[in-house]
């Protein structure tokens, strides 16, 4: 038996509008019809222990709950995309929250949750 290193999956759902709010000539504003994208990827996610910071090199804490790790090929999730992490084992939540911080490196991608 191999030991699976993804044990969780993440599903990120990414709302948009396809154009501006529009203001008719009465002064009324009418909101176009919007979508949602949802983004599931193979992950590994732990939840934080320590005080819920990480300080980078520019000197900005990130206040975050769940640390996720992916492959690379995710698409990039804006800042306050909102992201559930389900166990794969028994589909139960694992956690969820929305991205403070999306980091691309050379093997993995790294997803800071709130």
Known sequence: MSIKRRIHTLTAFISSSITEPV?????????????????????????????????????VNYDYSYLVFTDTGIDYLAIGTKVNITVDLNSELFGKGEVVKFERGQRVTRIWLK
């Open 23 to 59: 203001v008719d000539e009465d002064g009324d504003i009418t909101f176009p019809p919007s979508s949602t994208k949802t983004i599931e990827r193979s992950c590994r996610a732990e939840s934080n222990t320590v005080d819920g910071r990480r300080v980078v090199e520019d000197g």
